[in-house]
């Protein structure tokens, strides 16, 4: 499989991808104005969309909240796997270690 010194940078890797898509899926939670770009069904539609009809409006606020608590809910599902996959790594890593 994988040498102590991979196996160790794949460790410190996922560590990283933990902290990162917490802190993320924490921002997503939040609502986050600067991440409104970055909701799927967002992407290339005009924010001055809202003022074309201001019965549009609370529809499509509903569902940008949705997206919102998605991508977090997504974050923190990818953040939860690089978390198995660190300790999977840490295994590993200690099993190298008593072979020799």
């Known amino acids: ?3 102590p010194k991979f196996t160790c940078f794949i460790f410190l890797i996922s560590i990283w991808g933990v902290c990162f898509l917490t802190i ?3 921002l997503f939670y939040n609502n986050s104005v600067g991440l409104l770009e970055d909701l ?5 539609k005009r924010l001055a ?3 074309d ?3 549009k409006w609370p ?3 509903d569902n940008i909240k949705k997206l919102y608590k998605q991508n977090a809910y997504n974050a923190w599902i990818a953040a939860a796997a690089h978390l198995v996959i660190s300790v999977f790594c840490l295994f590993r890593l200690g099993c190298l270690r ?3």
């Open 40 to 44: 799927p069904a967002e992407k290339g």
């Open 53 to 55: 009809s201001d019965e």
């Open 24 to 26: 993320v899926g924490g």
């Open 1 to 3: 499989m994988c040498g």
């Open 49 to 51: 969309y809202q003022y």
């Open 59 to 61: 529809g499509r606020s």
């Open 98 to 100: 008593l072979r020799g």
